[in-house]
């Protein structure tokens, strides 16, 4: 069975500086999807970034990218330039692509972006 | 800017009382997931539907929970009896057949069982 672990429960981070959360995954499967979610106070889950695992070239989006190590079963993000708005919850998630496709999520990052 | 609706978004009732909570998915999307968020153990899959056809809902406690699809713009979700431990926020997530995409969520329903 799948598993994604996220090792930081909490992290904080200076406005404008740049922070990477961690996450890991265990899988038998040679190809699947890689997300990272953000969760706000309003609870709100929002898709951030995604990533196939037969590409090797890391995603980027804006100021948030990855750093996709497959051999390693790392998947890390990496926000830039924080904000304030980045104050969240951050799920990474793993998604098979045969089956059912649900994820399976980490228990969580939560990150604190401080003025 | 289309979106996963959810009703209601917020729940307070006794133990015992039937719960019904109610996701309208995004038009066009072929999937449909429950996901359960609680402190103790995070995000828990619930039930998922494709084509309104329930696939998977191995996470779903069967003797209280039940999930439906009656039609591609309504998925249910039921808890009855309720009992203090179904507190939980209770997000509906739906997809296009393209998986990529991601799934959109929901705003959740939060609720509390005294």
């Known amino acids: 069975a799948q598993t994604v672990t996220q090792s930081q429960p909490e992290m904080s981070v200076q406005e404008a500086e740049t922070v990477t959360l961690s996450c890991t995954y265990d899988t038998s499967e040679n190809n699947y999807y890689l997300f990272w979610y953000k969760q706000p106070p309003s609870r709100q889950m929002i898709l951030v970034i995604r990533q196939e695992a037969y590409k090797q070239q890391n995603a980027t989006e804006n100021r948030f990218s990855v750093n996709f190590q497959k051999a390693a079963k790392s998947f890390s993000l990496k926000i830039s330039d924080s904000q304030l708005g980045d104050t969240a919850m951050y799920f990474c998630?793993?998604?098979?692509?045969?089956?059912?496709?649900?994820?399976?999520f980490g228990t969580g990052t939560r990150l604190k972006v401080l003025a | 800017d289309a979106r996963v609706t959810q009703t209601p978004r917020h729940k307070v009732t006794e133990m015992g009382q039937e719960v019904t909570m109610r996701c309208q998915p995004i038009?066009?999307?072929?999937?449909v997931f429950w996901y359960r968020q609680t402190m103790m153990q995070g995000l828990e899959l619930l039930a998922y539907?494709?084509?309104?056809?329930?696939?998977?809902d191995s996470g779903m406690p069967k003797d209280r929970f039940s999930a439906e699809m009656p039609d591609a713009t309504l998925a249910t979700l039921k808890i009855q009896p309720s009992e203090p431990r179904d507190s939980a926020v209770y997000f509906c997530?739906?997809?296009?057949?393209?998986?990529?995409?991601?799934?959109?969520f929901g705003p959740g329903t939060r609720l509390l069982v005294l």
């Open positions: 038009l066009g999307h072929n999937t």
């Open positions: 539907f494709r084509n309104r056809a329930p696939l998977d």
């Open positions: 998630a793993f998604m098979r692509v045969t089956g059912t496709y649900k994820y399976i």
């Open positions: 997530a739906s997809g296009p057949s393209t998986f990529l995409a991601g799934y959109n």
